[in-house]
């Protein structure tokens, strides 16, 4: 990490608390979701959807916020930074991020407004199918920004959700001129392809113009380039300046910074029991090793074992130290 920072990576994104269940496929279908998609819902549907399941797994979360914890649990300082509801949902939240090493810095929206909640329908094929009601996390205040340091952190980190939320446009915007202003480095995840299909002018300027780092798997890379295959794909994001992180699946990851081209293959796991979190979690583990000098090579391979730890249980945080694993692994 570069002199004078306190923060790994600053994280911003919707704070929301994700409740995550096992369920079969006609339970998803039933409820008129789309299987393996993001699907955006109020707060009178997401109530209806939460009698689909008997059990719940409650836990701080949504996208950023996974990606900070992740990076907690490899030894590093991150933080967070988000809005909630003045609520009991609310009041736990930064609890339980801090819990486990992430600093947060919270807005709190008015009283009519809830905080936030993910329902995560995981079925037996891990699949994840996803119905969220934004609520107070659609609003980021600039003022949380401000506060939270990014001059004094290596890099900031945005996720892509963002952009399907206008009251967080102008919490993005300050985040990216008080990185340009602090040479703080700026990371983005294209986070869905159903989201670049609807930002694609948005995100195409953001990666080209502003962003030194950019995390997408193969399907947002191609609507995002316009190619037809993995090396198009490479070919449109290599440029000088950018490290681009593409997710393969089962096949690893690509990441091309320049003319430099790294292969990290998919870390052996024993199972995949839930694959939510998969791409945050990666995004995690490359993310220290860039803010912590390591090779490119290195930084895929921390991504690639954070991405296996969280794939191998319920859940998008990590269950086992991620920081043990990766000095197990002589990655540390």
């Known amino acids: 990490m570069p002199p004078g920072r306190t923060t790994d990576v600053l994280c911003l994104g919707h704070a929301l608390v994700d409740r995550l269940a096992h369920v079969e496929p006609e339970l998803v279908a039933s409820g008129g979701l789309e299987l393996g998609a993001m699907t955006l819902v109020d707060g009178g549907r997401a109530a209806s959807l939460a009698r689909l399941a008997a059990r719940w797994r409650q836990v701080s979360g949504g996208s950023a916020a996974n990606t900070a914890a992740g990076i907690a649990s490899l030894g590093g300082r991150p933080a967070f930074v988000g809005s909630v509801g003045p609520d009991e949902l609310g009041a736990g939240y930064d609890l339980d991020l801090e819990s486990v090493g992430v600093r947060c810095v919270l807005a709190v929206a008015g009283d009519s407004v809830s905080t936030g909640q993910c329902l995560v329908l995981v079925t037996p094929d891990a699949q994840r199918t996803m119905a ?75 990666v080209a113009e502003r962003a030194d780092i950019v995390f997408c798997n193969e399907e947002e890379a191609r609507m995002l380039t316009g190619a037809a295959d993995l090396d198009g794909v490479l070919a449109g994001l290599s440029r000088p300046g950018l490290v681009a ?70 859940g998008a945080r990590p269950d086992t130290s991620l920081e043990h694993l990766a000095f197990e692994a002589g990655l540390l």
């Open 245 to 314: 992180a593409v997710t393969l699946g089962a096949r690893g990851a690509v990441l091309v910074a320049g003319d430099e081209r790294v292969h990290v293959h998919a870390w052996p796991v024993s199972g995949v029991e839930d694959t939510t979190g998969a791409g945050d979690l990666f995004a995690a583990g490359t993310l220290f090793g860039l803010t912590h000098g390591c090779s490119l090579e290195v930084a895929g391979r921390l991504g690639s074992l954070a991405a296996g730890e969280v794939i191998g249980h319920l």
């Open 132 to 206: 969220t009601d934004l609520g107070a996390g659609a609003q980021i205040d600039t003022a949380a920004v401000e506060r939270a340091g990014v001059h004094e952190s290596a890099a900031v980190y945005l996720e892509g959700y963002l952009f399907d939320s206008p009251g967080t446009h102008a919490a993005m915007e300050r985040a990216l001129q008080l990185a340009k202003d602090s040479a703080t480095l700026v990371a983005v995840s294209l986070s869905d392809p159903f989201l670049v299909d609807r930002h694609p002018e948005a995100l195409n300027k953001l």
